[in-house]
Nanobody, 121 residues
Framework: QVQLVESGGGLVQAGGSLRLSCAAS????????MGWYRQAPGKQRELVAS???????NYADSVKGRFTISRDNAKNTVYLQMNSLKPEDTAVYYC???????????????WGKGTSVTVSS
C-alpha cells in the first residue's frame, strides 16, 4: 500500500559528500515525521536525523554540523545531505516515515529497504 525507496548511497572517500533521497509512494494521505537511521555491521540501528512536518529537526551528536535533513512535501520525499564523511559513517542507511495511508484509521511506521554507504580512508 505504501512504499519507501531510498537512493543515493555509494562509495566515497573520507571528507567527501553524498546526498541520500527517500521517496514515499502509494496510498499516502499524510506524512508526519520522516527520518534516517543507520546500521553498521555488529551494531544496533541508530537514529541519524529526523524532521517533523512543521520543519523541526533532530540530529545525532555524531553527525551534528555535518549532515542536513530536509523534505519536499509535494514529492513526499526526504533528503539527507552528508558532508565531511568519516569512515565511521559507513553503514546501511534506512528511511523511516510515520504516516497515515488513505483509508487507514490510524498512523503507521514504514521502513525502506536501505541504501549502503561506504566511506574509505
Amino acid at each position: 500500500q505504501v512504499q519507501l525507496v531510498e537512493s543515493g548511497g555509494g562509495l566515497v572517500q573520507a571528507g567527501g559528500s553524498l546526498r541520500l533521497s527517500c521517496a514515499a509512494s502509494g496510498a499516502v494521505f499524510r506524512i508526519n515525521t520522516m527520518g534516517w537511521y543507520r546500521q553498521a555491521p555488529g551494531k544496533q540501528r541508530e537514529l541519524v536525523a529526523s524532521i517533523a512536518s512543521g520543519g523541526s529537526t533532530n540530529y545525532a551528536d555524531s553527525v551534528k554540523g555535518r549532515f542536513t535533513i530536509s523534505r519536499d512535501n509535494a514529492k513526499n520525499t526526504v533528503y539527507l545531505q552528508m558532508n565531511s564523511l568519516k569512515p565511521e559513517d559507513t553503514a546501511v542507511y534506512y528511511c523511516n516515515a510515520d504516516l497515515k495511508a488513505w483509508g487507514a484509521v490510524s498512523a503507521m511506521t514504514s521502513w525502506g529497504k536501505g541504501t549502503s554507504v561506504t566511506v574509505s580512508s
